[in-house]
């Protein structure tokens, strides 16, 4: 558990520029929650893409767009390298001469790159980092895993704030990156998809679509918060709303008999399997 000083580390980032290589889905959802916080300036972040056309309206809001790494690297202090997994390598290599680590720390978003590979692109002692954040840092609600390299310890919580800028931040080992990477990251499709099912489930009932997507929204929200806020086991919570021969049991006992857990627990050990 790494314990964070707020005040000084979102101090010390106000000095830090950030760059982000490779502004596709996760890296503009990154960009978005950062734009949003009124505790790092804009102005200090680049953000790189093959075609700009893309990104450039972020520039509307003081950030700089480019398609030139290098130079994106030579104006910055923290770089996330965000581009495809079979990327990060060359793109690794391609900067790799203008990175200096008494300067510099790298994060990687890659699944399947490891710490070691990356180190192996990288000049020796640069603080690099591994991070799996997902694309709610949209609106400032991704939870982030992430992990460093030894000569990046040092630095993790100041790249941890950065993570909650978007966020909440969680430091694990890096033999658990795959594993959060399924919950965390490949999670929120599984959670849309769900939330999917309960909004059709409630128009074949009689809801219309736009009143079954809001009870369905905040309903899930809800439930979420109840265990953030009281860090209570979900069957807790289920035991309050499930009264003997009520149609919540009857429901959940239905969605059991057809393998609702088993199917959901099977999707994950199937993902993490994929990327291991």
Same mark, same amino acid.
């Given at each position: 558990?790494?314990?964070?000083?707020?005040?000084?580390?979102?101090?010390?980032?106000?000095?830090?520029?950030?760059?982000?290589?490779?502004?596709?889905?996760?890296?503009?959802?990154?960009?978005?929650?950062?734009?949003?916080?009124?505790?790092?300036?804009?102005?200090? #972040?680049?953000?790189?893409?093959?075609?700009?056309?893309?990104?450039?309206?972020?520039?509307?809001?003081?950030?700089?767009?480019?398609?030139?790494?290098?130079?994106?690297?030579?104006?910055?202090?923290?770089?996330?390298?965000?581009?495809?997994?079979?990327?990060?390598?060359?793109?690794?290599?391609?900067?790799?001469?203008?990175?200096?680590?008494?300067?510099?720390?790298? $994060?990687?978003?890659?699944?399947?790159?490891?710490?070691?590979?990356?180190?192996?692109?990288?000049?020796?002692?640069?603080?690099?980092?591994?991070?799996?954040?997902?694309?709610?840092?949209?609106?400032?609600?991704?939870? =982030?895993? #992430? !992990?460093?390299?030894?000569?990046?310890?040092?630095?993790?919580?100041? $790249?941890?704030?950065?993570?909650?800028?978007?966020?909440? =931040?969680?430091?694990?080992?890096?033999?658990?990156?795959?594993?959060?990477?399924?919950?965390?990251? !490949?999670? =929120?499709?599984?959670?849309?998809?769900?939330?999917?099912?309960?909004?059709?489930?409630?128009?074949?009932?009689?809801?219309?679509?736009?009143?079954?997507?809001?009870?369905?929204?905040?309903? $899930?929200?809800?439930?979420?918060?109840?265990?953030?806020?009281?860090?209570?086991?979900?069957?807790?919570?289920?035991?309050?709303?499930?009264?003997?021969?009520?149609?919540?049991?009857?429901?959940?006992?239905?969605?059991?008999?057809?393998?609702?857990?088993?199917?959901?627990?099977?999707?994950?050990?199937?993902?993490?399997?994929? #990327?291991?």
């Amino acid at each position: 558990m790494h314990v964070i000083d707020y005040k000084n580390n979102i101090m010390d980032l106000k000095n830090k520029k950030v760059c982000i290589i490779g502004c596709g889905n996760l890296g503009k959802s990154i960009l978005n929650g950062l734009v949003d916080d009124t505790t790092y300036p804009s102005e200090n #972040i680049i953000a790189t893409k093959r075609s700009v056309d893309a990104i450039k309206s972020y520039e509307t809001h003081g950030i700089r767009v480019t398609t030139d790494n290098v130079w994106a690297v030579g104006e910055s202090d923290l770089i996330i390298v965000a581009v495809k997994p079979y990327k990060v390598l060359s793109v690794m290599n391609d900067i790799k001469e203008h990175l200096n680590p008494e300067k510099h720390q790298v $994060v990687s978003l890659a699944t399947n790159v490891n710490l070691d590979q990356l180190q192996e692109a990288l000049p020796e002692n640069l603080p690099t980092y591994r991070a799996m954040p997902n694309t709610a840092a949209d609106v400032k609600q991704s939870v =982030t895993s #992430i !992990c460093s390299n030894p000569a990046g310890e040092s630095n993790l919580s100041l $790249v941890m704030e950065l993570f909650n800028r978007i966020g909440t =931040t969680i430091s694990i080992n890096e033999e658990l990156m795959e594993a959060a990477t399924v919950l965390g990251a !490949c999670g =929120t499709a599984y959670v849309l998809r769900f939330i999917r099912a309960m909004v059709q489930g409630g128009i074949q009932i009689g809801l219309d679509s736009k009143t079954a997507t809001a009870m369905v929204n905040q309903t $899930v929200k809800g439930a979420a918060e109840l265990l953030i806020e009281r860090k209570m086991h979900p069957e807790f919570e289920i035991d309050k709303v499930t009264t003997p021969k009520g149609c919540t049991i009857l429901g959940l006992n239905e969605m059991e008999h057809n393998g609702f857990s088993s199917s959901l627990i099977k999707g994950i050990v199937t993902s993490f399997e994929k #990327i291991s």
